[in-house]
């Protein structure tokens, strides 16, 4: 059974930094995307960033682009997500999510491409 694991989550001042974590355990195969999702109270949940197996392929959310930055690396089956200039639009629940279906050349930022998913950090943002 795959179990995604997020840690590194807490509460930050606006432009501050955060180092999320999802450390994978119970797969025999790499997943061929991996990615970050967050919900806020009374949204829905939204892609923030996703990435390839190998890394060289990402692909992030608008209000993102700059300020994050996704990574992982397979052999410490973990993925990472630095979040840098934190703003408190940011606030919310984020979860990891793994996609071990066949890769189709892209990680979508579609929770509906991800079958396995962690049970989420908060990440709080004050102005």
């Known amino acids: 059974q795959v179990q995604l694991v997020e840690s590194g989550g807490g509460s930050v001042q606006a432009g501050g930094s955060l180092r999320l974590s999802c450390a994978a355990s119970?797969?025999?195969?790499?997943?061929?995307?991996m990615g970050w999702f967050r919900q806020a109270p009374g949204k829905e949940r939204e892609g923030v960033a996703s990435v390839s197996r190998g890394g060289t392929i990402t692909n992030y959310t608008g209000s993102v682009k700059g300020r994050f930055t996704i990574s992982r690396d397979n052999a410490k089956n973990t993925l990472w997500l630095q979040m840098n200039s934190l703003e408190p639009e940011d606030t919310a629940l984020y979860y990891c999510?793994?996609?071990?279906?066949?890769?189709?050349?892209?990680?979508?930022?579609?929770?509906?491409?991800?079958?396995?998913w962690g049970q989420g950090t908060q990440v709080t943002v004050s102005s």
């Open positions: 119970g797969h025999t195969n790499t997943p061929a995307c």
């Open positions: 999510a793994a996609d071990f279906t066949p890769f189709r050349g892209y990680c979508s930022l579609r929770d509906v491409g991800y079958n396995y």
